[in-house]
């Protein structure tokens, strides 16, 4: 495994705890951002959007909202949970240490 691969699927784990934590389990794409700044991942809006739409077609989260202007609200689905929990593996998500489970 590639060190990219490494950082790939520790940012896509990463995306999901976040919103694992949040009270019902969303945030705005402006937020999440902010977030994954301050746990070590400074990555361009672009890339989170891409890594967001990786996640979307994999069914581990939702995005509403996405118009021109509009800030996106990213939802995480049961399955999305599941995997941040590591109650289900997804290939291409890196899975979450004993520690990191809340």
């Known amino acids: 495994m590639s060190y990219h691969d490494i ?3 520790d940012l ?3 995306i999901l705890l976040i919103l694992a934590q ?4 969303a945030v705005n794409d402006a937020v999440l951002h902010r977030a994954l700044e301050q746990v070590g ?11 967001l739409s990786w996640l979307a077609e994999q069914g ?6 996405t118009g021109v202007g509009e800030l996106a609200v ?11 929990q590591g109650r ?15």
């Open 7 to 9: 950082i790939e699927q």
């Open 12 to 14: 896509r784990l990463t």
């Open 22 to 25: 949040d009270a019902d389990y």
């Open 41 to 51: 991942h400074r990555i361009s809006r672009d890339r989170m959007q891409t890594e």
């Open 60 to 65: 581990l989260l939702e995005a509403e909202g």
């Open 74 to 84: 990213i939802k995480l689905t049961a399955r999305g949970m599941d995997v941040s």
């Open 88 to 102: 289900t593996v997804a290939p291409g998500v890196r899975r979450p240490t004993p520690g990191e489970l809340g």
